[in-house]
């Protein structure tokens, strides 16, 4: 079994680029959180979802920003039209079920700096 | 608005002194209370989790209470060594798996 992925680990991208941020949950996780670290920040939730269906984005910036968990594939958190604002560490975990049971598991996140 | 407070923000001990972290939210309706563990660079490492109906849990050297009365957990770490060296965060944990973070406590044991 090999944990939550993110890739990329690291991400550079100019302003007004898109960035796609990947997450591959642990095998038979159907559940999938992601956070941002801001630099100097703690964690912070951003959205949750199931299979197809968002189920709670109370952390997600009103713009630019989306999330989708296929019925095939990773997770991917995009990012529309990059700014400064956005570098920071963005991590995704995965659970078995809607809790955090034991088995809710970290990815080593993504890094993203916008120049 | 749920929030969490850790403190202090930072803390340099010497090797094999036993130490506190203090964690504080300001709702006591919470699911349960995660402890983890961050490295520089990296990811998270869970280290204790207390259920909302428990009142503390242990893990080697590690002991983690919950009162949610008062909103209050601290961790201990008995006899620090340096490869305790990390930031310490606790999490509140809703039904739903949403964690909500505190700042962290950012631990420097020295050998």
């Known amino acids: 079994n090999a944990g939550v992925m993110q890739n990329p680990r690291h991400l550079v991208r100019r302003r007004g680029q898109e960035a796609r941020l990947r997450c591959s949950p642990m095998?038979?996780?159907?559940?999938v959180y992601w956070y941002r670290q801001l630099p100097e920040e703690g964690l912070k939730f951003m959205v949750y979802?199931?299979?197809?269906?968002?189920?709670?984005e109370s952390g997600m910036p009103k713009e630019r920003f989306s999330a989708e968990f296929p019925k095939e594939g990773p997770s991917i958190l995009r990012i529309q039209q990059v700014v400064r604002g956005d570098s920071a560490a963005y991590f995704c975990?995965?659970?078995?079920?809607?809790?955090?049971?034991?088995?809710?598991?970290f990815g080593s996140g993504t890094r993203l700096t916008v120049v | 608005k749920q929030e969490v407070t850790q403190i202090p923000a930072a803390l340099s001990v010497p090797e094999g002194e036993n130490l506190v972290l203090n964690c504080s939210f300001t709702?006591?309706?919470?699911?349960?209370l995660q402890w983890f563990r961050q490295d520089p660079g990296k990811g998270l490492t869970s280290l204790l989790l207390?259920?909302?109906?428990?009142r503390e849990q242990t893990s080697g050297r590690l002991n983690a209470s919950l009162d949610k009365s008062s909103g209050r957990s601290t961790l201990y770490i008995a006899a620090s060594q340096p490869g305790d060296s990390a930031t310490y965060l606790c999490?509140?944990?809703?039904?739903?798996?949403?964690?909500?973070f505190g700042q962290g406590t950012t631990l420097q044991v020295k050998p």
């Open positions: 999490a509140l944990v809703w039904d739903t798996g949403k964690l909500i």
């Open positions: 207390i259920q909302s109906s428990q």
């Open positions: 975990a995965s659970s078995p079920k809607g809790t955090a049971v034991p088995g809710y598991t």
């Open positions: 095998k038979g996780h159907s559940h």
């Open positions: 709702d006591s309706a919470i699911y349960n």
């Open positions: 979802l199931q299979k197809e269906n968002i189920i709670d």
